[in-house]
């Protein structure tokens, strides 16, 4: 089922035919780099995509496949999923994810892939905020969040650091400044 569309990219659900190219992209040490840092293993890949991409869901916000029109080939998966409190999921929320395979880096995918998801977010969804994290040293990926105008609003320090942006639609930030004679 097709759940979203842009210019050069089809947004579905998971099927097992995308199994083989998913696998690759977890192989792959540079995709990896800045989300997990190391490969994951056929079996860990396998077991992944099972456990998290093939469950059928009815919910909006959901990492889809992403397939890339012109080839008619899956090369990643995007989408908005869940922000999350200690009090559990925040309903007028949600949290970008863009994961392309490398060949597909460098073509405006991942900024055409964000638009297409903050559009849908804010129009159908009526988010008021969304978030997105960025390992620190990711810097192609600052881009595209920047491109898309997020803001930076912190950095996370550990073993593997990130840097926190957030984009809040315009559209409900006016309602409140109104509601709150501001």
């Known amino acids: 089922m097709i759940i979203l569309e842009s210019e050069r990219l089809l947004f579905r659900e998971h099927e097992p035919g995308d199994l083989e190219a998913y696998c690759a992209m977890e192989a792959d040490p540079e995709v ?27 919910a909006s916000l ?3 496949a992403t397939v ?11 989408g908005l999923y869940s922000s999350f409190a200690p009090e559990g999921a925040i309903t007028d ?11 597909y880096w460098g073509r ?3 900024s055409e892939a964000g638009r297409a998801f903050i559009k849908f977010g804010f129009t159908k969804l009526h ?3 969304i ?10 990926s600052i881009r595209v969040l920047e491109k898309l105008d ?7 320090r550990g073993i593997r650091s990130f840097h926190h942006f957030q984009l809040a639609n315009e559209s409900c930030e006016a309602d409140i400044r109104s509601t709150l004679n501001l």
């Open 127 to 129: 988010l008021r905020r």
């Open 108 to 110: 405006g995918l991942a």
């Open 62 to 64: 959901r990492l889809c």
């Open 131 to 140: 978030f997105a994290s960025v390992e620190v040293g990711n810097a192609a």
């Open 68 to 78: 890339f029109k012109p080839e008619g080939r899956y090369i990643g998966y995007c």
């Open 32 to 58: 990896r780099r800045y989300v997990g840092g190391i490969p994951r293993s056929r079996q860990e890949a396998e077991r992944k995509f099972c456990d998290l991409h093939l469950k059928s869901t009815s």
């Open 93 to 103: 929320e949600a949290t970008l994810g863009l994961y392309l395979a490398r060949d």
């Open 150 to 156: 997020f803001a930076v609003i912190g950095t996370e």
